[in-house]
C-alpha cells in the first residue's frame, strides 16, 4: 500500500512535495522482523556463552589479543547476519 508523505515544513512550494510515496511495512511483515530480530538476539546470546565456555578451556594456549579478535570476528558476523 503506497501512503503519501507530504513534508510542508521542508517544502518550498506545494511542487516539491509531488511525489513522496513511500510503503510502509504490514504487520504480518513487522511480525516476521521481529521474529528475526530475537532469533538473532538468542543466536548471538548463544554464540557468546559458547565462546567465552570455550575460551576458559583453552585460555593456556591463547593470548588476550587472539581473544579479542576472535570475539569482534564473532560480533561483526552477527553484525552481517542481521
Known amino acids: ?12 512550494n506545494a511542487n516539491d512535495c509531488n511525489g513522496a510515496y513511500t510503503t510502509f511495512p504490514s504487520s504480518d511483515d513487522m ?7 530475537a532469533l538473532f ?11 567465552i565456555g570455550y575460551v576458559i578451556q583453552a585460555r593456556k594456549k591463547w593470548g588476550s ?4 579478535i576472535l570475539n ?3 560480533s561483526d558476523l552477527l553484525c552481517i547476519l542481521s
Open 65 to 68: 589479543h587472539d581473544i579479542l
Open 72 to 74: 569482534i570476528s564473532f
Open 31 to 37: 511480525k516476521i522482523i521481529s521474529i528475526l530480530y
Open 41 to 51: 538476539a538468542t543466536l548471538a546470546l548463544l554464540l557468546n556463552g559458547i565462546f
Open 1 to 12: 500500500m503506497l501512503r503519501k508523505i507530504e513534508f510542508h515544513a521542508l517544502a518550498k
